[in-house]
């Protein structure tokens, strides 16, 4: 089974409007945590967002925020007022069990999503 | 800080032949490097997880003799392609991680590897 499933292929924003990329996962472990990166076309993987799951509060950087709901075990992208330069691949990724261990923990990507935000 | 340098950018290599590519942490001691590699429009795959001084993991399906992982310091790792074939042409990009408590993985540039 998937362990992260991103089920839009590609999404059009228009600029300065928000957008919501979606995430959802499935694991048994009770100690996880979620990411957000972006790759834009030069290949470069950029972390934006992470969410752990014992955190009560939604995660917040910037324009973006993490809309975790544990309970439905989804963890959508929150992109707020939209740039060009926001346009890129956007991938949500889970790394299982504890963020204290010393070795490990290897993440697990989604598929992916195309963002293109239009002026 | 947290930086971590892929080299080459690109490389163009025969068939059959063997290329090597480094991945270093410029500003902090990397306990654990992962390698993974993308083909066009698709997601990151995990190749192998490699521990200063000690042998890689490699995740299942991928040739542990093919893709050769050292890491024999706490700032370099290598990954060598050997007798490479057209077919592992790919981008192939690492990351980091501390040994400290950060839950972040960082990650390099990324290698074009083409192979005609």
């Known amino acids: 089974a998937q362990k992260i499933t991103q089920t839009q292929p590609g999404m059009f924003v228009q600029e300065k409007e928000a957008v919501t990329l979606d995430c959802t996962y499935d694991t048994s472990d009770p100690s996880y945590g979620l990411f957000w990166y972006k790759q834009p076309s030069s290949g470069e993987m950029i972390f934006l967002i992470y969410?752990?799951?014992?955190?009560?509060q939604n995660a917040t950087e910037g324009r973006y925020s993490l809309n975790f709901q544990k309970a439905r075990k989804s963890a959508n992208l929150v992109i707020s007022a939209s740039q060009l330069g926001d346009s890129a691949m956007y991938f949500c990724a889970m790394r299982e069990g504890s963020e204290v261990q010393e070795y490990g923990n290897k993440l697990v990507f989604g598929a992916g999503t195309i963002l293109r935000v239009k002026s | 800080g947290a930086v971590v340098s892929q080299h080459p950018s690109r490389v163009i290599c025969k068939s059959g032949t063997s290329v090597k590519i480094e991945c270093r942490s410029l500003?902090?001691?990397?306990?654990?490097m992962f390698w993974y590699r993308q083909f066009p429009k698709q997601s990151l795959m995990l190749m192998a997880t490699?521990?200063?001084?000690?042998?890689?993991?490699?995740e299942q399906g991928v040739e542990k003799d093919k893709f050769l992982i050292n890491h024999a310091s706490l700032t370099l790792s290598t990954l060598t392609v050997t007798s490479a074939h057209p077919e592992d042409s790919s981008f192939y990009i690492c990351?980091?991680?501390?040994?400290?408590?950060?839950?972040?993985?960082?990650f390099g540039p990324g290698t074009r590897l083409t192979v005609t």
């Open positions: 490699s521990n200063e001084g000690s042998k890689a993991t490699y």
């Open positions: 990351s980091a991680r501390g040994g400290d408590t950060t839950y972040e993985q960082y």
């Open positions: 969410q752990g799951s014992y955190d009560q």
């Open positions: 500003d902090f001691q990397a306990t654990t």
